[in-house]
């Protein structure tokens, strides 16, 4: 093996890893983003449901 070969080899060991390393967290982001959306609308319909409740003890 010359040493070329052998920086092609490491280039390519390291670019696999970055690729790995770039799914993971593009999915932790997303796993991220959507609990926080779930949590942003389940917001929502709390207050949504309160000021419903609050509108129907001014009736």
Known sequence: MTVGDSIKRAA??????TEQVVDAVETKVSDVTDTVQDALHDAGEKVHGAVGRDEDKRK
Do not use: E
């Open 12 to 17: 390519q060991g390291t670019k696999n890893v």
